[in-house]
């Protein structure tokens, strides 16, 4: 089973809409992202957290917002979908802990296609 | 501020040769992580390889390798022998020791062509 999973896979909403994008590890890792890839930009990041009780804001929250109910699970929610926000949506995980000496590798998960029509 | 320049957009090639993908980052800390991912078709991204600022030395995986020099500030990726399975768009990106975050070049695509 992958480590790192996101759903759903592929999503086409309307403008208006709310769409929650949902992430689970169980590489046991403490911190998660959420980036999204747009043709050309390469991966922004959206929203990430370093444990269950801390979100932080990434380079182009708005329009987003995030919830890490533990610590394997984090999710992303767009309160109401905009054309724009057509993207493919990536959640990650990466450890803190050196003793296991892979500490910062972010670990991505297979994506998300969201077309908002 | 951090950034992770990949100059080349695209490159193409024939099956067999070699080709080297560039990447060339700032930063002002000294203690960091340099990273290579690969996004093949499927659109996955599949973690390749990190580097620490420590250590400079080259680093080879089967036809894979990677040259690191912090005096030209560069992290470049050579494939060996390109195959058409190599054909993907390739990442490079920087982390800053205990920040975690993580700044993505712009990415190149690479096509090899049978």
């Known amino acids: 089973d992958a480590d790192v999973t996101q759903t759903p896979r592929n999503r086409i909403t309307k403008t208006g809409k709310r769409i929650m994008l949902e992430c689970s590890q169980t590489k046991g890792h403490d911190r998660m992202y959420w980036y999204r890839q747009d043709p050309g930009l390469g991966l922004r990041l959206i929203y990430y957290s370093f444990d269950v009780k801390d979100i932080n804001k990434g380079e182009i929250s708005d329009g987003y917002s995030v919830s890490r109910q533990a610590q394997a699970k984090f999710s992303l929610s767009l309160e109401s979908a905009i054309p724009n926000q057509t993207a493919l949506y990536f959640c990650?995980?990466?450890?803190?802990?050196?003793?296991?000496?892979?500490?910062?590798?972010?670990?991505f998960g297979p994506g998300t296609r969201l077309t908002v029509l | 501020a951090q950034k992770v320049t990949q100059a080349q957009t695209e490159i193409s090639v024939v099956e067999k040769e070699d080709v080297t993908l560039d990447c060339v980052y700032e930063t002002r800390d000294t203690t960091y992580y340099l990273f290579w991912y690969k996004q093949p078709p499927s659109g996955e991204l599949v973690f390749l390889i990190r580097r620490n600022s420590f250590d400079e030395q080259n680093e080879i995986s089967g036809r894979y390798s990677w040259n690191f020099q912090k005096s030209t500030s560069s992290f470049n990726f050579t494939i060996t022998a390109s195959q058409v399975v190599d054909s993907a768009v390739y990442f490079c990106?920087?982390?800053?020791?205990?920040?975690?975050?993580?700044?993505f070049g712009s990415g190149t695509k690479l096509n090899v062509k049978p």
């Open positions: 990106a920087l982390s800053i020791y205990n920040f975690n975050k993580f700044y």
């Open positions: 990650a995980t990466s450890d803190h802990n050196f003793n296991r000496g892979e500490t910062d590798t972010q670990y």
